[in-house]
């Protein structure tokens, strides 16, 4: 995790403070709708864990966050890569869309790192 550029490391910080402002307007229309929330409120929960590591590793910021929350996360970051894995796979090479999971998936790998080195501790 050490050898991460300055650049990567606010883009990675960026696109998962994208990816919960798109998970929370989610929630909301989900909610609205009366729709099940479950999956929604469990990927926000973990990318803002993921995004907390991240930051506790670069920034020394601290975190109160449980060796069960920090597992739960692990878990539901890794599921989604390999979710978003399958969905890059099909986009167009230089597409937009295949820019933006190029940068997610990043993230969501040094989350996955950060909770990691934070559980190995």
Request: hydrophobic residues 35%.
């Amino acid at each position: 995790m050490g050898n991460v550029s300055d650049a990567d490391k606010l883009e990675s910080i960026k696109s998962l403070q994208s990816t919960i402002s798109k998970l929370e307007k989610s929630l909301t229309q989900m909610t609205q709708k009366g729709a099940n929330t479950t999956l929604v409120k469990k990927r926000l929960k973990a990318i803002y864990i993921g995004l907390a590591m991240l930051e506790n590793v670069w920034n020394q910021r601290p975190h109160q966050y449980t060796e069960e929350d920090l597992a739960e996360a692990h878990n539901v970051l890794t599921g989604l890569l390999s979710s978003i894995e399958n969905t890059y796979g099909k986009l167009k090479v230089g597409s937009p869309q295949r820019t933006l999971l190029d940068r997610r998936m990043k993230a969501l790998e040094l989350a996955v790192q950060a909770i990691d080195n934070l559980s190995n501790k």
